[in-house]
């Protein structure tokens, strides 16, 4: 007969192995209701010994935090191809996916968890929103954006991180028409943005000629007709 024997971990893998179970548990509670006692419970380990990796629980809480928000700002990498409203749509179901898997984890980071305050967590918070910023500058092929261009981005990143909050305290609007509607909130934004701005509306004319009549911009701009003819 057997007998299994528990392997014993190195440093960084027991650091991560750590990092993973905080993040299973947040996924499911807020940060501030799951005790270092859960983790240790969960990770199979003392509680003296998850101190001994972390000292204490806004240090795990930033270190999950962190895998995170590389996991989130990956979710708005998209490949420069087809019309950019159907990019967009594509970043927001990978976005509402992360909102989906880390619904409590990603309220309390948004609203104020046991990290608020923090240099680290708020550093990690706009890294996030930076990248999700320059990643739909490239698909514009703008590199140096104008002041309202700029507004428009930024505004945008912050109504998608509003409404995702919005949506996880009832889930009363399918997420889907969500998801669609996000991406055509942004062309909204960017339209009335072109109508004080020459530079602006040259760069969605450009941007609006690839996309097609099923795509997001192609059926806002269709349902807007709609209306003002209706």
Known sequence: MTTGVRRRMGVEERRQQLIGVALELFSRRSPDDVSIDEIASAAGISRPLVYHYFPGKLSLYEAALKRASEDL??????PHEGPL???LLRVMRRFFDFVDEHGPGFSALMRGGPAVGSTTT????DSVRQAAYEQILSHLQVVDPPARLELIIRSWISLAEST?????????IPRAELEVQLVQDFAALAAVGAAYDEELTALLRRVFAAERLDDPFGDLAGRLIALASG
């Open 85 to 87: 409203g159907a990019r």
């Open 73 to 78: 700002a990956g979710r708005f990498a998209e």
């Open 122 to 125: 708020n550093a990690l918070i």
């Open 164 to 172: 995702a909050l919005i949506w996880l305290d009832g889930r009363r």
